[in-house]
């Protein structure tokens, strides 16, 4: 071999090594697989002056799985049918047979991962296929080296996912279990709020007096919160609390040294703000003495802690609740501020309802009394009436009737003296008008005090005769419908039979009826009566301008003042009726 060629020879590699070394560094920092692999490839044209290369990756049963493929030349990229045999050739000699491909397996970590080739140099030379081994070894590494990155990678990537999977489900587990602890706290709230209320219902209806009242309340209140001494403030009208009776766990001499305490709507403080605002008051007993009102109650008392709540009834502030002394190693807990707040609520009410109660009973009880009153007058004044009644009667029967008798028979004899010529004479005049002045008078009479109202069976008898003297006047016979109330007081008896009476004069003198019916009876601890007829009517609200309003009035004014009542209905042409209710008791 000629000295030149040798020397060429011998300068060859030092060059490719030079340009190897930093090539195969630069496709090992190129990051991921695609990108190792796309350098590789780059470099390999470089180094084997090549106008075609590739890199054929293969997944761990072999086969083809990524083609990454670089050409400068006219030369085009092998198919992949074509990189497949590559691929599958087992020693260099195939791969050389394989249309002047030339190629280089893929080796690393003991395995084949796939293979590098080139094609379309006019020559390839012994040091450029070894630089090309060495090359495909590094390139190898590099991928593996990369495939190693994206692994840890992706394992790091999951670590981080499980680890926020990890704490979300923590956060989900322990909001999970809050709610879970709230609704549990919620449930028992309400189970204390039912019970609470409750105490105060029971407590409510037992019990004549407030401080018995108090008393039992405020004993069920302490034990649903667990607390020694349970006691109400009272909110006076100088914005001023005082303490009431019948506090549980609190005696006299405790309750004489509570100090007073302030409650104003705009102040601040922790007190008004409890009693105005509906906070919950949660107080510790300070060592060192007393620091604030609130504090020398506790000191008074002498307990550790306390809590208070609102007690009112609607928008009316009427005080406020408070515990005293937990029995529970934690304190006083939020359901018992619930607890409290129901209480004070409920309790409010409960005090309304008993003032109510007291308002009412009160209210009762001078109704009774102006029941009584009305009762003594009405038997008085029908009394006095039925006496006057009585002696008019007996005056007019045993006085002018009787005169009014004798004079009609007088004139009946000076009348048969005298001859008369067939027409009527002044005489037989003045004795026709005396008997129609003697038949008035029986019917005042018989109005006045009917014959048979005080006999057994005379007030239905009294109505009927009543009822007989509309037909003789009128030509009506009334329908009646009677029940017997001869068991009824004589007032009461008398007073309905007014009723009815007035009613039926009342039709006698304008109603220009045809049919009149009376219904009497019994009905609601007293006597029930209507008169209807069929006949003109009138218009109710004019009746103070029609002839006769008088006698309506009269049925409504006798029928209040019995403490019943009287309706009267009418519409013009369509009849009228009279209804009243007198009561008996």
Known sequence: MPSGAAGQVESFPWELIETFLPSTAEAAGAGDVAGVANRAVDIALELTGATVAFIALVDEAGNRDQVYSRTTGSDAAPAHDEIDRLVAATGADDVEAMNAFRGQPLHAAGRRIGMIGVAGAVDFSAARLHALAAFADQVAAAIEIAGLRRRRQETVDALINLRFDRDRSEKLRLLTEERAQSAIRLARAHELAVEALLAVSVHARAGTDMPEFYTGLTAGVAALVGAERVLFWQLDKNSSLTAVPGAKGVDAAMLAALPSLRALPEAEDAVSQA???DLVLRSIRSDDGPRSDFDRVLHALDMGDGISASWRAGDQRLGMISAYGSLRPDGFSVEDAWVLHMAGLAAGLALQLKQAEADLNRTIERLENVDEARKLLLRN????????????????????????TAAELQLKRVNGSLDGNGEMTPIEEAGHLLVQVEEALRKLLFELRPPALEETGGFEKSIRERAAFLHSVTGIKPELELDSTDSEPA???ALVFRQVAEALTNVEK????????VVVGRRDGGIRGEVSDNGRGFVVTERDHLAGHLGLMALKERALLAGGWCVIKSQPGA??????????A
Do not use: C, N
């Open 510 to 517: 304008h109603a220009a009826a045809t049919r009149v019916k």
């Open 575 to 584: 009849g009228t009726s009279v209804e009243f209710w007198i009561p008996t």
């Open 491 to 493: 007032e009461i008896k």
């Open 275 to 277: 009693v105005h605002g």
């Open 381 to 404: 004044m029908s009394s006095a009436v039925e006496k006057a009644r009585k002696r008019l009667a007996h005056e007019l029967h045993d006085d002018a009737l009787q005169k009014l």
